[in-house]
Structures are given as C-alpha cells and as structure tokens.
C-alpha cells in the first residue's frame, strides 16, 4: 500500500470538489490500485484544520469540512500561506504532498516545498506565470529526482493541454503555433452571442449559472487566459514575461476601473451597441467572435477574433475550451484537444489525475 499525506491550500468551490472527490474515491482506490491519499491538513482563507493522524474519516460525514473549522483542538488561525508552509515544513509528515487550489501569489510556498523535495499539485497559475527565473527554478526543481510538480489543470482544467504539448516538444517535434479559446466562461459568452442578445445580459446571465469569478471583471479584462497562453509558451521554450504579451480584454480599460462589480454590471450596457454591430458584421461574412489566444513567432496575443464559422474555433459551443497545434509533424492537418474545460468538477478531476500520477511516481508504481 502506498499512502500519499495531503496538505491542500484552498477550500473554495475547485478545492471543496477534490476534497469531495478524494475522500469518496480512496477506499476503492486503495482496493483497485494499492494507493492511499490522507488529508492532513486543509487551509481556508482564515482558518486552518490539521491532524497528522488524519482527517478523511471525519471529512465523509456531511457537512464534514465544516465540523473540522469548528473543531477547536484541529483548527487554527491560517497564519498566511509562507508561514503556513514553514510551520508544515519544519516536522513533514512522512510521504506529504502539497496541493494548490487559489489563485494566490504562491510562488515561495512552491519553491520552498519543491527544495525539501515535497511534491506539489496545482492548479493555480500564478507561480509559473511569475518572473521567468521562478518558472525556470520551479521546472528544475520539479524534474530533480522523479517529477516533482504537477501543474496540467493550470492550462486546461481537466483536458490534457499541457501533457500534450509538453510530449511534442518532448519527441523532437516543433511547434510553430497554438491557437486556442482556453477559458470556458468567455466561450460561453461568445457562444451566446452567435444566437442573439445583449452582451450585458449575457454576462449577467453567465455570472448567475456561476461560470464567472465572483467579480466577472477577473474573466473579461483577459488575464486569466493570458497567463494560460504564458504556460504553453513557455512550455515550447518561449522566454517571455507577462507584461509583454498582447492582451485585449473583452470591455473597455475604463470599465473595468467601475469601483465595484454592481457599479461595472450596470455600465456593462454600454458596450451592448458596439457587440451587436461587431456580431452582425460577423455573421454577414460567415463568421462568429471567439476569444482566442495565440502563440506564435516568439510573440504572444490573447484578445477577441473574428473566425470562421466552419473553423475548429468557430465550431465551439458553450463552455468547451480548444487548443490547436500546428507543429511540424502536424502541419497539415493540426492536433486538437477540445472538450469540457471549466467547472469545479471537472478541474478537481484534473488535479485528481495529477495526484495519482504523482502517486505513483513517487511509489515506484507501473500500474497504468
């Protein structure tokens, strides 16, 4: 048996998914395949709940996590995350592994738990969309030994984006570009706006089924998809920083300074007019907006296009993100990885692969 102690940053809507899923799947786990995954540890944003001994048991009752944060002899105030990980570090416990699920500035926590060779499993983007020194420290440290850091959901939730570009440039080939609409929230809204309404409305909507952030700005100014099209860069050997990539939001700079979300989602009607011109343009010419990003030539853009509707990226529907690699083995006709790639679930599913993966590297395992 080969039993992996958990310490998870995070306990939001990604992070209460992978609890959820850890916890109902281990036992059959350990049954089919021999390997054990223990929460030791769980950090929210002011309280943190630990217990060497385990914590699994008490998180399969309902409301579990819950009952841990009123538990006075486990829970403690979260001290931030770098002190957290020096107190963590200071007495390990055996086989730990530390999972990620903010979108924190976590990039010395990384660092730190990767140079007491601590394996990490993440799906924030952050640290390695940081400075290119941190991503290039984080990568050696990460392959020292055997592989170290796990980090597949931060480009493609739960599709296999970065293995795969990562097994191109692995085998020799050369990737001349990607292209691709890597954020399910944005897709859904261009997707919308191919059969009618109000961009506001739309987004509206979008926010109330829960695919936004909390303050849909974070998803509309571009950032998140640009520090995605950052990885795949980087992982076909782009040296570049995140302040020199092009990146055209969705709304104006102005509108995005709206001092809070209720005052921004009020002016969003403003650019209600200049969509629906944009759309109708699109369609008189067979085309539809997709927020694409593209990596090319040493540069890297992320903005809104306006594609064919018969494209690989026209083609998309709802939430579903694509990535299209046209490589020199795959020239004429470019690799797609398409499908669902948003949604707690299916990003806590992810982080799930990645943990087995991690799992069974570290033990050894050959199991497939």
């Known amino acids: 048996m080969s039993k992996l102690n958990l310490f998870q940053f995070g306990k939001g809507n990604i992070g209460g998914a992978l609890i959820r899923q850890v916890v ?32 699994n048991e008490a998180l399969q009752v309902t409301g579990g996590l819950d009952r841990l944060l009123d538990d006075g002899d486990r829970r403690a105030a979260y001290p931030g995350a770098v002190a957290m990980m020096e107190r963590l570090l200071d007495d390990p416990p055996a086989n730990l592994c530390v999972i990620d699920t903010t979108s924190a500035d976590m990039t010395e926590v990384h ?12 799906a924030n983007k952050k640290p390695i969309t940081d400075r290119s020194s941190a991503y290039e420290e984080i990568q050696r440290l990460g392959r020292a030994r055997r592989m170290r850091y796990w980090y597949e959901t931060t480009a493609g939730a739960g599709l296999p984006v970065v293995s795969t570009v990562k097994e191109l440039v692995d085998t020799g080939d050369v990737v001349t570009e990607i292209a691709g609409c890597l954020s399910g929230t944005l897709g859904y809204i261009c997707s919308r706006l191919d059969s009618g309404g109000a961009f506001s409305e739309i987004v509206r909507e ?4 829960g695919f936004t952030e909390p303050d849909p700005r974070d998803d509309l100014n571009g950032m ?20 020199e990539l092009e990146i055209k939001g969705m709304v104006s700079d102005a509108l995005l300074e709206a001092p809070s979300v209720e005052a921004f989602m009020d002016k969003l009607t403003l650019e209600d007019a200049d969509y629906a011109q944009r759309v109708q343009s699109c369609g008189n010419n067979g085309q539809v907006l997709r927020f694409v990003a593209t990596v090319g030539d040493d ?20 939430p579903d993100n694509m990535v299209v690699c046209t490589t020199k083995r795959y020239r004429d006709n470019p690799l797609i990885v398409r499908g669902p790639g948003a949604g707690p679930e299916v990003t806590a599913g992810g982080l799930f692969g990645d943990l087995i993966k991690a799992a069974r590297m570290l033990s050894g395992s050959n199991h497939p």
């Open 224 to 243: 998140d998809v640009a520090r995605k099209a950052l990885i795949l860069a980087r992982e076909i050997g782009y040296r570049l920083e995140i302040e």
């Open 24 to 55: 109902d799947r281990t036992g059959s786990l350990a049954e089919a395949s021999g390997l054990c995954f223990e929460y030791v540890g769980i950090c929210g944003r002011d309280q943190v709940v630990f217990d060497p001994g385990g914590l």
């Open 111 to 122: 660092l730190g738990c990767l140079r007491r060779g601590i394996p990490v499993v993440t």
């Open 206 to 209: 979008a926010k109330e089924l």
């Open 299 to 318: 540069t890297c853009r992320v903005g809104l296009e306006s594609v064919d509707r018969e494209s690989p990226l026209g083609s998309l529907a709802g």
